[in-house]
């Protein structure tokens, strides 16, 4: 991200309109989508995009549009972007900006606003107004409203490398109406040549990496704590090269999962027994881009930690502000995750190598007996409706190694988590927000940004009701992609809680759905569709699917008994409390 804004460009040496000068911006950055509906107020963007070389991909709502963006952020590793009309339009972002902001996914959310002159009225009852940066202020990094078309490119400079800084996640820039139309001169102030538009992190101090070296080569149970942070800085590939040199096991945090493919022998889940024990018995934790969050009970001793002081903690982060933050550790760096990888790689081989990576190798080798055990299980059911158990696993074994996976949903993600392994090095799902109907979205954001690659989402029905109407979106853009449907017809996840509370399954409250044809829904958005009911259906259905390069639903009818109960509920519900 070092290199130089280029001089030239359409209109060059000209006066610009503002919407000129935001699209001349992202063509230098190598932005290729807008996400954006159709609005009157950047008719100026709209009209030059695609000599800027912009594509305007335009969802049903606006909320699915930053979905959209953030999907292409976590896919590229630079910022998605979105742009909405004034008022209702940049209202709707909210949700999404929301959600990227507790994922901290860099995403551009550009809105405009009334003129300035009305927007500094005294007035009540203005039409399609509503005070936009105070509403976005506090779920972003960066926002800003623009008083002059001079300082578009200043202004989206400055948000940019706010998206991408120590903590990434969504700005918010605010072009007023008639500052997207003004007219001004380009001056070479305006793209600056040569400049960085952004820093990034270096290596990591040398002496906190060599005592953490010695940690590790001293330690008896070493274990890594994989974050999302690896996913940020695209580190998945260092991290590969790195955890195999190790040797020792590796628990993904619910961000981190898939960095180490899942078929990896020293790969473990948080949600196993077999992983838990290893977390519990573990003497030294080295912890990559995680802020060890409350999936992980921030740390603390107990259940799943073990004895409190029984642990060495050597964290690892781009931003300084992470270190120490949920929990004390002994030793703290902050650099580029891809760069410490390397420099803890050299250390450790400079004094010694590890002298016990093996030490928690049983409990890997228990996880995989464990899932062998519960993929027999799920398999072994044959009845109708199909067990979701066995919709996940069919659904992984039909898919190539490189696709991109998406989750969605509460108790079809638990399924996924244990049966269907992520094997690409990429997958979608938002591990710290739990923001259901992301799905979709994600999974056409990530088709666009990634054409190269498969992708299939894994969804419930409640999750993908929420955007479904994306279906269209997806049809009008002909973006080709696989939704399959646990289609059990109820809010699962809502349903043992309620059982427990309430005296039994009989008295749950607005837990049903009715039976709706999703498949039918998909036909007439124009998408292949396909509906199973039964296991030996489901085969030839993906398969279909998966041939037909459209995008394409596959509606499986689950079994709403099993699905209630998925794998790692218990202790998933477990990690919650107001004890902390």
């Excluded at 330690?219 to 690896?230: D, E, H, K, T």
């Excluded at 993906?542 to 509606?555: F, G, H």
């Amino acid at each position: 991200m070092g290199d130089a804004l280029p001089s030239g460009g359409p209109s060059d040496g000209k006066s610009l309109q503002g919407g000129e000068l935001l699209l001349r911006f992202l063509q230098a950055e190598g932005n290729r989508q807008i996400f954006a509906i159709a609005d009157v107020s950047y008719n100026p963007v709209m009209r030059e995009g695609a000599r800027y070389g912009q594509t305007f991909i335009g969802p049903r709502h606006e909320s699915a549009g930053v979905h959209m963006a953030d999907a292409v952020a976590r896919v590229t590793g630079r910022p998605g972007v979105v742009m909405a009309g004034m008022g209702p339009g940049a209202a709707n972002l909210l949700p999404g900006v929301v959600c990227a902001d507790i994922e901290g996914i860099p995403v551009l959310v550009i809105a405009t606003q009334r003129s300035r002159r009305t927007h500094s009225a005294v007035k009540r009852g203005r039409f399609q107004y509503t005070p936009q940066l105070e509403l976005f202020r506090p779920a972003v990094r960066y926002a800003k409203s623009v008083e002059d078309a001079s300082r578009i490119p200043e202004v989206l400079r400055a948000a940019w490398r706010a998206a991408l800084g120590p903590r990434p996640g969504p700005v918010y820039v605010e072009i007023p109406s008639d500052v997207m139309n003004q007219r001004v001169e380009v001056t070479p102030a305006m793209f600056p040549e040569g400049r960085p538009r952004r820093f990034a992190p270096g290596s990591g101090d040398p002496a906190a990496v060599a005592e953490a070296a010695r940690l590790l080569c001293r330690a008896a149970r070493p274990l890594v704590l994989a974050g999302s942070g690896l996913y940020r800085a695209r580190a998945q590939q260092a991290f590969r090269g790195f955890a195999a040199e190790l040797g020792i096991p590796v628990v993904p945090s619910f961000g981190g999962r898939g960095v180490l493919p899942d078929d990896d022998p020293r790969a473990l889940l948080v949600l196993s027994s077999a992983g838990r024990r290893a977390l519990a018995e573990a003497d030294t934790v080295l912890v990559l881009g995680s802020s060890i969050g409350e999936p992980l009970a921030f740390g603390r001793p107990g259940e799943l930690w073990g004895e409190a002081d029984a642990k060495r903690w050597i964290q690892v982060d781009s931003d300084p502000a992470a270190l120490g933050f949920n929990r004390p550790v002994d030793v703290g760096i902050v650099g580029d995750l891809r760069l410490v990888l390397s420099q803890l790689s050299e250390a450790i081989s400079s004094a010694g190598g590890l002298r016990h990576a093996a030490g928690l190798a049983p409990h890997c080798a228990e996880h995989r007996r464990e899932l062998a055990a519960l993929r027999r299980e799920a398999m072994g059911q044959g009845g109708s409706p199909v067990h979701p158990g066995r919709m996940v696993a069919e659904v992984r074994a039909k898919l190539a190694r490189e696709t991109i996976v998406v989750w969605d949903g509460g108790n079809t993600t638990l399924w996924s988590m244990h049966l269907a392994p992520v094997l690409g090095g990429e997958l979608l799902w938002t591990s710290k927000f739990g923001h259901l109907g992301t799905g979709l979205p994600y999974a056409m954001g990530a088709r666009l940004a990634c054409p190269e690659r498969p992708v299939c989402l894994i969804t419930g029905d409640s999750a993908f009701g929420f955007n479904i109407q994306e279906l269209e979106t997806c049809a009008r853009h002909e973006i080709p992609l696989v939704a399959v449907i646990n289609c059990d017809y109820q809010w699962a996840m809502e349903i043992p809680g309620q059982s427990a509370d309430f005296g039994g399954r009989d008295a749950c409250v607005g837990v049903e759905h009715y039976p709706a044809r999703y498949d039918r829904i998909a036909e007439g958005f124009g998408c292949h569709a396909e509906s199973v009911s039964r296991p030996d259906e489901l085969g030839a259905a993906l398969e279909r699917a998966l041939a037909s390069q459209r995008p394409a639903v596959v509606q499986v009818v689950t079994d709403p008994k099993q699905n209630e109960l998925p794998p790692g509920l218990g202790l998933l519900a477990g990690v919650y409390g107001d004890d902390y």
